[in-house]
């Protein structure tokens, strides 16, 4: 089992950036997939980004391709989402996930989820 934890969100300006961060621990946390999604209120959790155990692959929705970069340091074992030119819509709890591969990330298979991070956005 991997035990994950977000940390980085916060209030931004529409148009700023914001650097999220997934401390994962565990013995895999290192091998595996790790993906971003969110959840806004009222709305169902969607996938936003992932990336694979050695970086070698990433994947991003439609939303946030060229705004998003998701990176990994398997030295440190953290993930991270920076977040580029947000708009309101970007609004959302983000959570980091484990999965068994990007293509798991991306069809929602996930064997561990964080707390999340709450990412506001005015506008």
């Known amino acids: 089992q991997v035990q994950l934890g977000e940390s980085g969100g916060g209030l931004v300006q529409t148009g700023g950036s914001l650097r999220l961060s997934c401390a994962a621990s565990g013995r895999t946390s290192s091998t595996i997939a790790m993906g971003w999604f969110r959840q806004a209120p009222g709305k169902e959790r969607e996938f936003v980004a992932a990336?694979?155990?050695?970086?070698?692959?990433?994947i991003y929705a439609d939303s946030v391709k060229g705004r998003y970069t998701i990176s990994r340091d398997n030295a440190k074992n953290t993930v991270y989402l920076q977040m580029n030119s947000l708009k309101p819509e970007d609004a959302a709890a983000y959570y980091c996930?484990?999965?068994?591969?990007?293509?798991?990330?991306?069809?929602?298979?996930?064997?561990?989820w964080g707390q999340g991070t709450q990412v506001t956005v005015s506008s």
């Open positions: 990336i694979s155990w050695n970086g070698g692959t990433t």
């Open positions: 996930a484990a999965c068994q591969r990007t293509s798991d990330c991306a069809g929602g298979i996930v064997r561990s």
